[in-house]
């Protein structure tokens, strides 16, 4: 089945600086790619995905990029602000069937003021 | 509350009791789905319902039962657990089961087993 490595586990930043988490994974027919954010004491929410036709893409300070022959995505938030603190997953799926999500560990990000 | 739900929101049962796990989505989807987080692990996926059938178990122990009577509705029926089943429950919809749709989840049950 599909294995999911993310890194760090735990990255801390300062604030106005840019964050990036990155994620492998090991099957090579998973097409979509999605982040969630899990606040402290809240539930996980999408807040950005990509599929595997796409390289790259932007959503405000939030950026993801696949590279499909290494099989590594990654998540950059620019810009970081307080709110941003939180842990992040990453998640994989081949999409189609109904096999869900395999989700990587976690990164615990945090924001220096 | 809108989306989805779960109750209660705390449980703390001894490894000889039963207890039953409640999920509702308000979203008119059609797949619902149930993960275990713990600490230091990434979420792992437990069971997935498409329209009121299972279609996942990943090799969850039978301790778990879940029951899915609607699509709107999921329980996870507990019993004789173990104090490494300690976990936050979360509960999950989406569109429909593909992985490629986005999943909504509700606010989780943190369970202690004594």
């Known amino acids: 089945g599909e294995n999911v490595e993310q890194h760090p586990s735990t990255l801390s930043v300062q604030e106005g600086d840019s964050a990036v988490i990155k994620c492998t994974y090991s099957?090579?027919?998973?097409?979509?790619f999605p982040w969630y954010k899990q606040e402290l004491g809240k539930r996980p929410q999408l807040i950005i995905d990509i599929r595997s036709n796409v390289g790259e893409k932007k959503d405000q300070r939030i950026a993801v990029t696949l590279n499909k022959t290494a099989k590594h995505f990654s998540l950059h938030i620019t810009e970081t602000q307080p709110e941003d603190s939180a842990v992040y997953f990453c998640a994989a799926s081949k999409g189609g069937g109904a096999d869900g999500l395999t989700f990587g560990k976690g990164t615990h990000l945090i924001i220096q003021p | 509350e809108t989306g989805v739900t779960q109750t209660p929101r705390h449980l703390v049962m001894g490894m000889t009791n039963k207890k039953s796990l409640k999920c509702e989505q308000h979203?008119?989807?059609?797949?619902m789905y149930w993960y275990k987080q713990s600490a230091k692990k990434p979420l792992e996926l437990m069971f997935v319902y498409s329209l009121e059938e299972r279609v996942e178990n990943n090799s969850v122990p039978s301790r778990f039962s879940p029951e899915c009577p609607n699509s709107s509705h999921l329980f996870l029926h507990l019993h004789t657990l173990q104090p490494e089943d300690s976990a936050l429950y979360l509960c999950a919809s989406s569109q429909e089961p593909s992985g490629e749709h986005e999943q909504f989840f509700g606010p989780g049950t943190r369970l202690t087993v004594l």
């Open positions: 099957d090579s027919a998973s097409n979509y």
């Open positions: 979203l008119g989807h059609n797949a």
